[in-house]
């Protein structure tokens, strides 16, 4: 396969781009798919546990936004190549060095300083390259790529550590953003560099702080980020919960929840890439109503199936892992769609830091309240409440979804191009 065949935009440019995001994001999920069993061997209480993902995602956000706004400048295809590149780095060294909290804690912050810009930068590439008409498509087979990539780590989990233990784990997830950067440097050495001419007079307070239809669709985001964000921190350890109270072994239990987990993320990946084709032929915003009120039911269902069959936890997380996941392109799109292309950059800057800065409490509010309620007679060790704790953000983004659907400024993004 030679450059000659990614002309930028393409199906085969778009293939390989999306096959360099599942081996970089591999590492996004490598601290909560081993969480079961770094927290006995870290020492680590639920709600110290919450504090490295807390950690993780305020360093993501703060990157999100340091990145964002220099792309609007110097352009998202070489932030994008330098961050893959830092990226690999810094998935090594946590591979090598973090064995109990504090090395841990350092260590996945600074990846998560790495790869942060690597997520808005990647969404940039493809705005600037695909035409509206078949972005909500391009940004689900992005997204897609992301779910494939937290299934590999969270199946690869599974094998190691009942084999290896953590550390094999932290390894094999670890050499999946090696593998991303030389796929992103094959497919983007071709890809011009885009930079935006900012017009005269204009400000980022006009394009984007008082343009009403960018802002509900960040407002949106922060609630689906801290349901979602939540979710998969957690996940994995409920999973094994559930595993454990039906009689398996920690470690056996552990492993299972991260193949299980691996299963929900799988079924992200086909919202992703369902939700985005339909969303080129309806709109952005049904799908966004239909996905979010779907993910809200199930967060405030699922952590009270603790105790019952495990085949009926799988199948509603099958379930919720579809919803939770099937309007993040769709946000994606529709940032792009709605904000001048010399403010794209700044308008993601402000969505993720609030959107990942809610990912960030997300967990750490989960785990206190699964502390606080552990001892509660209504059973379940409080996971229910827990996951409660997402449902409220999931009925939020409803809301936003809503008000957003009603806005005549946001015509363009309730219908789709069968209506065009």
Do not use: K
């Not at 909560?32 to 993501?60: C, H, K």
């Not at 953003?177 to 935006?196: K, M, Q, Y």
């Amino acid at each position: 396969m030679t450059s000659a065949r990614f002309v930028p935009g393409n199906d085969a440019w778009l293939v390989v781009f999306c096959a360099s995001r599942v081996g970089t994001f591999m590492v996004y999920v490598t601290y909560a798919a081993a969480l079961p069993v770094l927290q006995r061997e870290w020492q680590m209480s639920a709600t110290g546990a919450g504090s490295i993902a807390s950690s993780f995602q305020i360093a993501y956000a703060l990157s999100l936004v340091a990145c964002s706004e220099l792309a609007d400048r110097v352009g998202a295809r070489r932030v994008f190549l330098w961050s893959t590149a830092a990226s690999a780095a810094g998935a090594m060294l946590f591979a090598a060095f973090a064995r109990d909290y504090w090395s841990g804690l350092l260590l996945y912050t600074l990846l998560a300083l790495t790869l942060g810009g690597t997520y808005t930068t990647g969404i940039l590439l493809v705005a600037e390259n695909v035409p509206v008409a078949r972005r909500g498509r391009a940004m689900g087979f992005l997204l897609a790529g992301h779910s494939l990539a937290l299934a590999l780590a969270l199946a690869l989990t599974g094998i190691a550590i009942p084999r290896g233990g953590y550390p094999l784990a932290f390894l094999l997830t670890g050499l999946g953003p090696v593998a991303g950067g030389l796929l992103t440097w094959i497919v983007l050495r071709d890809t011009p560099e885009r930079v935006s001419v900012r017009e005269a007079g204009e400000r980022f307070t006009g394009a984007v702080l008082r343009n009403r239809p960018a802002m509900l669709v960040i407002a949106g985001y922060v609630w689906h980020s801290w349901e979602v964000l939540g979710m998969w921190a957690w996940t994995p350890a409920f999973l094994a919960a559930c595993f454990v109270v039906a009689g398996s072994g920690l470690t056996q239990a552990a492993g299972l929840g991260s193949y299980m987990s691996a299963l929900f993320h799988l079924t992200g990946m086909a919202a992703s890439l369902v939700a985005g084709v339909i969303a080129d032929r309806i709109g952005r915003t049904p799908v966004i109503l239909a996905m979010a009120t779907l993910s809200t039911v199930c967060s405030f269902a699922f952590g009270w199936m603790i105790g019952g069959p495990v085949w009926a936890v799988v199948a509603v997380g099958l379930v919720y892992g579809f919803s939770a996941l099937g309007d993040s392109p769709i946000y994606s799109a529709a940032i792009t769609e709605v904000v001048a292309p010399a403010y794209r950059g700044a308008a993601l800057a402000l969505r993720s830091l609030a959107g990942y800065g809610a990912g960030a409490i997300a967990p750490l509010v989960f785990g206190a309240m699964l502390d606080v309620r552990a001892g509660a007679p209504d059973g379940g060790g409080g996971w229910g409440w827990a996951f409660g704790t997402l449902g409220v953000a999931g009925a939020l983004a409803v809301v936003c979804a809503v008000v957003l659907h009603r806005l005549p400024e946001a015509r363009a993004l309730t219908v789709g191009s069968h209506s065009s």
